[in-house]
């Protein structure tokens, strides 16, 4: 079993940046994908960015690439996104996730994420 907190949300203005971050209990921190996902009101969950746990590669969804950046510090059991730039639209509860699987085949759906953190809100003001 994994649990997942994240922290760091908050109220932020148009431009501006936030960090969030995502700490993991357990010892397999290291060998789990992790992604973050995030939910706007009455929308679906959508796909942010992924980290692998080998290689480190890195996954975005296309319109959030240059602005968003996942890493993760295996020391820490914790995985971070970082937010420049942050507009309105991005407004949303953000969610972190764990995956145990070795292929990154669906990294970018929900379904691919055994666990998930209780999310945390972002809103952005215009």
């Known amino acids: 079993q994994v649990q997942l907190v994240e922290s760091g949300g908050g109220l932020v203005q148009a431009g501006g940046s936030l960090r969030l971050s995502c700490a993991a209990s357990g010892r397999t921190f290291s060998t789990y994908v992790m992604g973050w996902f995030r939910q706007a009101p009455g929308k679906e969950r959508d796909f942010v960015a992924a980290?692998?746990?080998?290689?480190?590669?890195?996954y975005y969804a296309d319109s959030l690439k240059g602005r968003f950046t996942i890493s993760r510090d295996n020391a820490k059991n914790t995985v971070y996104l970082q937010m420049n730039s942050l507009k309105p639209e991005d407004t949303a509860v953000y969610y972190c996730?764990?995956?145990?699987?070795?292929?990154?085949?669906?990294?970018?759906?929900?379904?691919?994420?055994?666990?998930w953190g209780q999310g945390t809100q972002v809103t952005v003001s215009s």
């Open positions: 980290i692998t746990s080998s290689s480190g590669s890195t």
């Open positions: 996730a764990s995956s145990p699987r070795i292929s990154g085949f669906g990294i970018a759906t929900t379904g691919f994420y055994d666990y």
